[in-house]
């Protein structure tokens, strides 16, 4: 029987293992594949406090090695489901079941691709899902951007301040958001704004040299030279462990308060799996301790009232 078990060996369920195991918990993360998440796909991180600059990878490393050098126990099995019993947790993988008394679910979300040539080839090589990790590394250099809700607009105005050229894709004839900042993108003389077209190719070999775009009922195709293609047409939760356990959103993200506590006593959401307006690394890494801390309290609660 351990304390806690924590889904995910990304920042948010690394972090929440150190805080856990500094409280002197006996900890457990299951990891389907390898530690780090989405944060291994960085080339750099410049954005998080204490480092000026970090790869990915790096960062990555520096996380697992604490976390085990405290104490946590990581399995690499992929969970498939959570049971809640009155005394005690059950997380099935696909080859054994675990026990705990608190559970942290930090599974991540996936970013949405556009499922064409050369994208995961060159993630990290001027293909991108977050603005506001990787902008400044393409500071007056020409960039793309393509999606069409709030965040891309959101996304596209925050790199016309950084890029000398910004190229704003959509695949449709007009936006469906009205947004103060879709106007102030539409009145940026370094934005160009090209509805109802996809990009259908990035090109490049080394690095992101160009992309290739084709009108909706059009044959012919175009090709812009950028250093960059910003890709923010949402994310996917990796939430299907929880379905029918704890409350989500429509789209799969976990409901929980401000503690991290979803509507089941002892269950816990930390990260990217979270319903929340922003996703960050930073927010990943407060999310773990957040969720690690109260997950503590909750088993000493539990604890005294035996």
Request: with cysteine; aromatic share 8%; net charge negative.
């Amino acid at each position: 029987m351990y304390d806690i078990i924590i889904i995910g060996a990304g920042p948010a369920g690394l972090t929440s293992a150190i805080y856990a195991c500094q409280a002197r918990k006996k900890v457990l993360i299951l990891e389907k594949a390898s530690y780090g998440g989405q944060i291994l796909k960085a080339d750099k991180v410049k954005n998080y406090p204490g480092f000026e600059e970090i790869s990915g990878y790096d960062f990555a490393d520096k996380l697992y090695d604490q976390a085990k050098s405290l104490g946590t126990s990581i399995i690499f099995e992929e969970v498939v489901k959570i049971e809640n019993n009155d005394e005690f947790k059950e997380v099935f993988t696909n080859d054994n079941s675990y026990k705990a008394k608190a559970v942290i679910i930090a599974t991540g979300a996936q970013n949405r691709k556009l499922g064409i040539n050369n994208e995961d080839e060159l993630i990290g090589k001027g293909v991108s899902y977050c603005a506001t990790c990787d902008g400044m590394f393409f500071k007056d250099k020409v960039v793309a951007i393509t999606g069409g809700g709030n965040q891309a607009i959101d996304d596209a105005l925050y790199l016309s301040n950084i890029a000398k050229k910004v190229y704003m894709v959509y695949r449709r004839k007009e936006f469906r958001i009205d947004s103060i900042n879709l106007d102030k993108l539409k009145k940026k003389e370094n934005v160009t704004i090209i509805l109802n077209t996809n990009i259908i190719d990035i090109i490049g070999k080394e690095k992101v040299t160009g992309i290739t775009l084709k009108e909706n009922d059009c044959d012919e195709t175009e090709s812009l030279n950028v250093d960059a293609i910003f890709i923010a047409i949402g994310h996917i939760p990796v939430s299907s462990i929880c379905e029918n356990l704890v409350d989500t959103t429509d789209d799969g993200y976990i409901i929980s308060d401000e503690d991290c506590k979803t509507n089941i006593d002892g269950i816990f959401a930390a990260g990217d799996i979270r319903k929340k307006d922003i996703r960050q690394l930073t927010t990943a890494c407060s999310d773990g301790t957040v969720s690690a801390l109260n997950a503590c309290k909750y088993i000493n609660s539990i604890t005294k009232d035996h």
